[in-house]
């Protein structure tokens, strides 16, 4: 096994145990564990459980982004461009698992003991916020509606938590359709 595969390896299993049970709740030696190598590799890779989460988030973010990125059209209208967004938010809740957000778990965990790691979560949904409200300007809708739209995803997010994926992506359908009539 070539090393940067071993490196993914134990980014793709600390990113699963974090998101299933938290940070805090998952110790290196259970990450070691699941993926059957010695301290010195992961350390080789990683000097710190907090690098780690580190270098997951980022990575983890990037992902989102390109996953938004391949999925939604900025082309037509606002109308497409909120729809196309939230099936894309959907569907990365549907493959990607739907456990809450790991940024505001790392957030919570993390603010007043790791402030690099919260800062890297809060700056992910900066990024997410300014893009929207780029995007929706781009229609000629003021950075309100971007506001707005930012809000219906974290509402998705937390809302599949309770309730079933599919009354989730028809209430926000229905939130889209009042940032319409709102403009």
Request: include cysteine; proline fraction near 1%.
């Amino acid at each position: 096994m070539k090393s940067a595969s071993k490196k993914e390896i134990i980014m793709d299993t600390a990113e699963s145990l974090f998101y299933q049970h938290g940070f805090h709740a998952v110790g290196v030696k259970s990450i070691l564990d699941q993926v059957g190598v010695a301290p010195m590799t992961m350390y080789y890779h990683f000097q710190s459980k907090e690098i780690l989460t580190q270098e997951i988030l980022k990575r983890r973010g990037e992902r989102y982004i390109q996953f938004l990125d391949e999925k939604i059209n900025r082309e037509n209208s606002l109308t497409t461009y909120v729809d196309s967004l939230i099936k894309a938010h959907m569907d990365w809740l549907k493959n990607d698992g739907f456990n809450g957000c790991l940024f505001l778990r790392a957030k919570q965990e993390y603010e007043g003991i790791n402030e690099e790691i919260a800062a890297i979560s809060k700056g992910h949904k900066q990024r997410m916020l300014n893009t929207m409200e780029k995007d929706v300007q781009l229609f000629g809708a003021s950075s309100t509606v971007g506001k707005q739209l930012f809000m219906i995803l974290e509402g998705i997010t937390s809302a599949a938590q309770i309730s079933s994926l599919e009354e989730v992506e028809e209430t926000a359908g229905i939130l889209a359709k009042n940032l319409y009539t709102d403009m």
